[in-house]
């Protein structure tokens, strides 16, 4: 019977097994059926039919992307994303260069930036816009951007290159401190001013007192990241020397943070060299004198330094050298390699120093690149970087912010990839802020982020400046702080990094990028200014709580002074007395 049973139970768990497996097929058999669907005929649930595209088809398309094509459609990647924005980031690119030729020059600054609102108001048909100062300036979307400099000039042949096409500029193949780079700054502002105006840039440039200047109205050919020149003739200049650049350009101007003003008013505190006068699209005129008639440090250009170089790079400049044996290329191509320590270095990587560097192996390369990391050689000199001084950073803030205490402090050299650079921090505690926000409220510390003298307004959270910031511990310095967050105090931090090359996060120039040197180095500094802080908070709470028993006790010697009248029945004469003695002894035991 029991085997019966058993027979029977086999048989229905096969006949169930076989139904599940069925139904699973079922479902395989549907969805795959779905799929293939959507594998053959994509689209074809719209209008018409899209054909498949064959490689062929696909050939006919493919073409090389001029850089300024791509800069047009991709204009945020250069700062241009806002029309806020856009207006603040012509007026940087014109300012930077303007104070970047004069003091290469060796010439004081002066400089005069001039923004105008304009509207254009159609006459009758056929008319050409009509332009008058708007009144309304809220309701402004255009402006006349002017920003003129008593530098030295720019050759006549250079002008249609340098305003009217991208990557082109003196700055890039040099490792030298300024504030461009990349020659992608005025010419991107110029080619942004042309695609939403379709206005050209005019440029008027002298570079001999005795001739007359040049008037050029140059406009970019996207396509071909070429100049084509609209005018040029000569002119008067009311300068010796010097340039003068006009963009018309989409924009909007609004005051207070972020702003124009704001900008300008940080670049003539980063500079007191230089004298600007700045006439605002309010008609209110700002000027800005000359703080101080000693041009700031003039920077050398330097050659990369061998720490942090990379293996990739150490090869191709090996391969690209000149040089007949290594410990040559070693000593040209690199600073603070003496022929000892290039000796030294070759001893280290088992390599000939008669090598020639043009045929060296990656092998080679690494042995070179390990040697050269393994070697003590001096830190980069400073001469190539010009810091602002910890007592000139701290003399800037006294003249710009109220506050009861200030600090600074100027780090030495450190190297990141092979580029030296060099942090400074100043620190101002007791902001007399006369922003319109609430008193009542503990307000986050304030951050001025500035970069070879150049203020960064924009992204704040992605520059490594605002990390480093953020990493160190203020509540060690007697500050409260959320986590995550900035410390909160009325405190003015700024923090400035000077480098042969600043490594932005993007061609916008607005974050540096978190190489854990620079981190390092921010941290360093703004931890040096925390310390003093620190020091200087708990020694003022000390004395509050000081001034504060000092005033518990005056408050009751006199009834001290009646119960001993009582106790040894003194005179009212010899009160007074004691008294004093009290208070003096009391005192004496409470230093502040
Ligand atoms: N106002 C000026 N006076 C003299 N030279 C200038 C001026 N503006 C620009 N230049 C020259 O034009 C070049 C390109 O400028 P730009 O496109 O802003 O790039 P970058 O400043 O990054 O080199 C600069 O490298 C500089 O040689
Ligand atoms: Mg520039």
Redesign the pocket.
């Known amino acids: 019977m029991a085997k019966v049973k058993k027979a029977s139970a086999k048989k229905g768990k096969a006949k169930k097994a076989r139904a599940k497996s069925k139904t699973r097929k079922k479902v395989k058999r549907r969805t795959k059926s779905k799929t293939s669907d959507a594998k053959i005929k994509p689209g074809t649930r719209g209008k018409g039919e899209v054909p498949p595209a064959t490689a062929e088809s696909m050939a006919a398309k493919q073409r090389a992307i001029s850089i300024s094509e791509f800069f047009a459609k991709n204009r945020h990647l250069l700062g241009f994303d806002n029309p806020r924005k856009a207006l603040l980031n012509a007026v940087k ?1 014109a300012v ?3 104070l ?2 004069c003091e290469e020059a060796h010439i004081l600054p002066d400089l005069l930036i001039n923004i105008k609102p304009i509207v254009d108001t159609c006459g009758s048909p056929g008319d050409s816009a009509v332009r008058r100062p708007q009144a309304d300036l809220r309701r402004a979307n255009r402006f006349v951007l002017t920003v003129r ?1 008593n ?4 050759v006549k042949q250079q002008i249609p290159n ?1 305003f009217a096409r991208l990557l ?5 193949h040099s490792l030298k401190m300024s ?9 991107a502002a110029g080619m942004y001013g042309l695609l939403t105006t379709g206005e050209p840039v005019q440029i008027i440039s002298r570079t001999n007192p005795k001739k007359n200047a040049h008037h050029y109205h140059v406009q970019i050919d996207t396509t071909k990241n070429r100049p084509e020149v609209v005018l040029d003739e000569e002119c008067d200049f009311e300068l010796p020397t010097g ?1 003068s ?1 006009t963009i018309t350009l989409e924009g909007k101007y609004q005051r207070g943070r972020q702003s124009v003003d704001e900008y300008i008013a940080q670049t003539a505190m980063a500079n007191p060299h230089a004298t600007i006068i700045y006439n605002a699209p309010d008609d209110n005129l700002y000027k800005y004198p000359r703080q101080s008639k000693e041009l700031p440090f003039i920077p050398r250009e330097v050659k990369p330094h061998p720490y942090g170089v990379e293996l990739g790079l150490l090869l191709k400049m090996a391969r690209d050298s000149s040089a007949k044996q290594l410990s040559a290329f070693l000593k040209n191509e690199f600073s603070r390699i003496s022929p000892r320590v290039a000796r030294r270095i070759c001893e280290k990587a088992k390599l000939r120093g008669t090598l020639r560097p043009s045929k060296m192996s990656l092998r080679q390369a690494e042995a070179l690149h390990a040697a050269i990391n393994e070697t003590k050689i001096m830190a980069p000199s400073t001469d190539c970087i010009g810091p602002i001084g910890a007592a000139q950073l701290e003399e800037g803030l006294r003249a710009v912010v109220k506050a009861d205490f200030y600090t600074a402090c100027s780090r030495s050299p450190a190297v990141y990839r092979g580029n030296p650079f060099l942090i400074e921090a100043a620190l101002a505690y007791g902001v007399k802020d006369n922003s319109d926000s609430n008193p009542d409220k503990e307000q986050l510390i304030r951050l001025t982020r500035i970069a070879n003298r150049v203020p960064l307004l924009y992204q704040q959270s992605a520059c490594a400046i605002y990390k480093s910031v953020l990493d160190v511990n203020w509540r060690n310095y007697a500050l409260s702080q959320s986590r995550g967050a900035l410390p909160t105090g009325p405190v003015l931090l700024m923090v400035h990094i000077a480098s042969v090359w600043v490594p932005f996060t993007s061609e916008s120039k607005e974050a540096i990028a978190h190489y854990p040197e620079i981190i390092k180095e921010i941290h360093l500094a703004v931890q040096d200014c925390g310390r003093k802080l620190g020091l200087y908070l708990r020694r003022r709470k000390r004395i509050q709580q000081e001034l504060a028993k000092r005033s518990y006790i005056e408050t009751y010697l006199p009834y001290i002074g009646e119960a001993l009248q009582d106790i040894l029945v003194l005179k009212q004469r010899q009160v007074g007395t004691v008294i004093t003695k009290l208070k003096k002894v009391l005192e004496k035991s409470r230093k502040v």
Request: no cysteine; net charge negative; proline share 4%.
């Open positions: 690119e930077d260069n303007s970047d030729a400099d530098g030295p000039g720019i340098i082109y500029g003196s700055k890039f504030r461009g780079q990349q020659g992608i700054g005025i010419s340039t650049v």
